[in-house]
């Protein structure tokens, strides 16, 4: 959407594409830890299973976990790795058969690490419940129960002229898990599948890039988003509240110079998502400053993520505006309630 607020600046984009080029990146395959990996599934057990996590993709920040061995995770970590617990101890506990005869304090203690639903290590528990309910109904009312139901009917993500089906993206929104305009919980669940091997789209051109809070901060950092607006702009430096308009300006922006940056480097939208995702909650994090210049290597997402060997500062430094001016490196994700990331 085009506003005299906010732009994207493609020249900028065209610049950070050249730096994903040059890093040469590679996902490695291993780097997650095992207790965080799902176990050995069927298929539609494994559809399901990021089905509904990926419609809990929200709000995590600030939630933090440190295991009696001294291994410490943070954020979407600490959420994934209760989950895994609970598809461990039943595989068919991300089944819409169970999720609909569960009770308040079955989930609450699900997501707690000591298992006592009184202090569930999640936040916003009650509207996680909600919307993991509201899922389960839906299924078993159109799908038989299994979300892989879901995509053998819908096989595109658009609508498909040639027979006259809607498209994955127009029935997905029916979920309160999936109602984001901009789709990015749908993307992080069709992702987790497409790197897998297990399901992709008919029509792959259609895919968007799953815009969150991570992804929003290094390209307003980055510059490849200009805030025009001096009140928004620093608005988003002190993390005063914004208003809905607000951030769906921004998040547009980021959308529009994320597909820049595909088209620029050649890669995957899915594998800049990891890029964005992995530098934004490690080297350009929201809650210290920036390691543009210098890293003490703690807390890390990158090196292991991409087998990659840091030389002590933030890999896209060299390209990144936020790099050498104050006026980008003080630019923070819109603060608002949400459950779209």
């Known amino acids: 959407m085009a506003s005299p607020a906010i732009s994207v600046n493609v020249e900028q984009a065209r610049r950070m594409a050249e730096r994903f080029v040059q890093l ?29 996590t990926s419609m809990l993709l929200f709000d995590f920040k600030n939630m933090e976990h440190t295991y009696p061995d001294g291994t410490y995770i943070k954020g979407t970590d600490v959420f994934i790795a209760l989950c895994q617990r609970a598809m461990h101890r039943n595989p068919d506990w991300f089944t819409a058969q169970n999720f609909a005869a569960l009770s308040d304090e079955d989930y609450l203690r699900a997501f707690s690490f000591s298992d006592d639903p009184s202090k569930p290590d999640v936040i916003r528990m009650p509207e996680r419940i909600a919307v993991l309910r509201d899922a389960a109904k839906l299924l078993l009312g159109r799908y038989g129960g299994k979300a892989s139901g879901m995509l053998a009917e819908h096989p595109t993500l658009r609508h498909d002229p040639t027979t006259g089906k809607p498209g994955l993206l127009d029935v997905i929104r029916d979920f309160r898990g999936f109602d984001d305009p901009l789709y990015k919980k749908v993307f992080v669940f069709l992702k987790s599948l497409d790197i897998r091997d297990i399901w992709k789209p008919a029509d792959p051109e259609n895919v968007m890039m799953p815009v969150d809070y991570h992804v929003i901060r290094m390209a307003l950092r980055n510059g490849v988003v200009t805030v025009h607006d001096e009140v928004l702009a620093q608005k988003l430096r002190e993390a005063a509240p914004a208003t809905l308009e607000e951030e769906q300006l921004v998040r547009e922006a980021t959308l529009e110079a994320c597909h820049q940056m595909v088209k620029f480097s050649g890669l995957t939208t899915y594998f800049i998502d990891d890029i964005y995702w992995l530098v934004g909650r490690s080297c350009c994090h929201y809650n210290r400053p920036p390691r543009c210049g210098a890293c003490d290597f703690s807390d890390c997402s990158v090196q292991p993520a991409m087998g990659y060997t840091c030389p ?11 790099a050498t001016d104050e006026a980008y490196k003080t630019l923070l994700e819109p603060a608002i309630v949400t459950q779209y990331y």
């Open 312 to 322: 002590g500062k933030c890999p896209l430094a060299t390209h990144c505006l936020g």
């Open 24 to 52: 040469g990146w590679q996902r490695q395959d291993n780097a997650r830890p095992a207790r965080e990996e799902p176990p050995a599934a069927s298929t539609d057990h494994l559809i399901d299973y990021f089905f509904y």
